[in-house]
């Protein structure tokens, strides 16, 4: 564990396990779900090995994210296709290019079984592929069993457009499935604000029913057919992800949905992108960590001012999943930023 997270997290043990208050602190046990920040981490998935690829989004893996603090986390699943029909799709495209080039050097799997079919993988499995979704939903569930007193986050993009019912067996084999957070009817109140206001549970309810585990999909949600698979846009607004380097002020208008209503959670998208034209069009990859560094987007100065912006925007809505690349960079920055959002003195 790093010496950041230390400091950052005084009650983590050094063996990383998590036993007191809820997320680390007693005093957010009592908060609402909807009421606290949380460390979140853009393309979660998105590191290396290799380490030479331009969709790289982090430098640590899921395992040593949960240990430094890292609470909520964007997946991308994508069907593993077979080789000859990912480089067919699109072949005159600079994306049909690239599949078919790399199509040469790496094999896919042919299965069409649901578990083996999902894979963690940015637009194209020819990419980067992390593998299965359920092997990082295993490292996920180890961790909440060893820290019993933490609430975790995914984000879902289902970029293959995956049916609720074709995702949820990698939960239930998991082991993820029972720790995740149904939401009961009796618990929605009518707010002339919010779309889908929900009287969420607090964390120590969370912890107490072990209900720990939320889940949001941005995409053929269905909670008639698995309850626990949320669809993101009924509960969450993201403030723009598309910004490009180099970024003078980061905004905080709703992007996501565009229909300017208002829902319970807020996602602070803090990460920029580099763009390069290329035959007419625009590739826009993740900016690289040391520019990253260079630009002070991973300050504690720079997260602060793009909070103080959206709090100027959204007036006390809590900004709830505080979502970078290369959390790492910045000397612990995003929990610090987490913290005084929360209230909690570092």
């Not at 393309?43 to 240990?67: D, G, R």
């Amino acid at each position: 564990m790093r010496i950041t997270s230390l400091i950052i997290l005084p009650i983590c043990l050094v063996t990383g396990q998590y036993t007191e208050g809820c997320n680390g602190h007693e005093e957010l046990c009592s908060r609402t779900y909807n009421n606290v920040s949380y460390a979140c981490t853009h393309n979660a998935y998105s590191y290396p090995p290799p380490h030479t690829l331009p969709v790289l989004n982090q430098e640590k893996n899921i395992t040593q994210q949960l240990q430094d603090g890292i609470r909520a986390f964007m997946l991308d699943i994508v069907r593993n296709k077979p080789v000859a029909a990912a480089a067919a799709e699109n072949p005159s495209s600079l994306q049909g290019i690239w599949n078919t080039v790399t199509s040469w050097f790496s094999p896919q799997s042919n299965s069409e079984d649901p578990i083996e079919s999902i894979h963690l993988c940015h637009e194209s499995c020819l990419l980067i592929d992390k593998g299965p979704l359920i092997e990082t939903l295993i490292t996920i569930r180890e961790f909440m069993e060893a820290n019993p007193r933490e609430i975790i986050t995914l984000i879902i993009e289902n970029v293959s457009g995956f049916s609720a019912s074709q995702v949820a067996p990698s939960f239930e084999q998991s082991g993820l499935s029972s720790m995740a957070l149904s939401l009961q009817p009796d618990r929605f109140s009518n707010d002339s604000i919010h779309l889908n206001h929900y009287l969420w549970p607090t964390l120590q309810e969370m912890i107490g029913s072990n209900q720990r585990l939320v889940v949001f999909m941005d995409d053929k949600a269905d909670t008639s057919q698995v309850s626990y698979i949320l669809p993101e846009w009924d509960y969450v607004v993201e403030i723009p992800y598309a910004n490009i380097d180099p970024v003078e002020q980061f905004p905080c208008n709703q992007d996501r949905p565009r229909d300017n209503i208002p829902r319970d959670l807020v996602v602070m998208n803090h990460f920029t992108y580099h763009r390069t034209a290329v035959a007419g069009e625009d590739i826009d990859t993740p900016l690289p960590a040391s520019k990253v560094k260079e630009q002070g987007y991973n300050t504690l100065d720079s997260l602060t001012k793009h909070w103080q912006t959206c709090q100027n925007v959204w007036h006390q809505q809590v900004m709830n999943f505080i979502t970078l690349d290369y959390y790492d960079i910045g000397d612990g920055a995003i929990f610090q930023l987490v913290n005084q959002i929360n209230g909690i003195s570092s």
